[in-house]
């Protein structure tokens, strides 16, 4: 009995992906695209970036999938062009905090975590001034 409740347990961390609530998994995509890497549907990414989107997670990775490769700069993160702006996601993998934005010039939409705001990479620091 026991055999199968710890094989069941088993099988059951390898569909969620087994990482827990760390992030750090993540560092193996760095340079890859995350729609081609399909890091949308791991875990527990999926479910920290549905809750901090909440309604526009559909739009939000709709978005990310002409996102270029997840680059390394203090965080993980990617960046998407979208409309007259872009998008973009930070991962912390070392605290595995995640913030997310939808930039338009029409409307500003940030998504994050609770806790202490992330300090802007270059590369997305240089999106950001294009919009001005």
């Known amino acids: 009995m026991k055999r199968i409740v710890i094989l069941s347990l088993l099988a059951l961390a390898a569909c969620h992906g087994g990482h827990g609530d760390s992030l750090a998994y993540l560092n193996g995509y760095a340079g890859r695209s995350p729609a081609a890497a399909g890091i949308w549907d791991t875990e527990p990414l999926?479910?920290?970036?549905?809750?901090?989107?909440?309604?526009?997670?559909?739009?939000?990775?709709?978005?990310?999938?002409?996102?270029?490769?997840?680059?390394?700069?203090?965080?993980?993160?990617?960046?998407?062009?979208?409309?007259?702006?872009?998008?973009?996601?930070?991962?912390?993998?070392?605290?595995?905090?995640?913030?997310?934005?939808?930039y338009t010039k029409a409307a500003i939409e940030n998504f994050q975590e609770p806790g202490e705001s992330f300090t802007t990479p270059a590369g997305v620091q240089g999106q950001l001034d294009s919009l001005k």
């Open 46 to 102: 999926h479910t920290k970036l549905k809750d901090i989107t909440g309604d526009r997670y559909d739009q939000f990775v709709k978005y990310m999938k002409a996102s270029g490769p997840l680059t390394q700069d203090k965080y993980l993160y990617a960046i998407a062009p979208v409309d007259s702006g872009f998008a973009y996601i930070l991962i912390d993998t070392k605290t595995s905090k995640i913030a997310a934005a939808i």
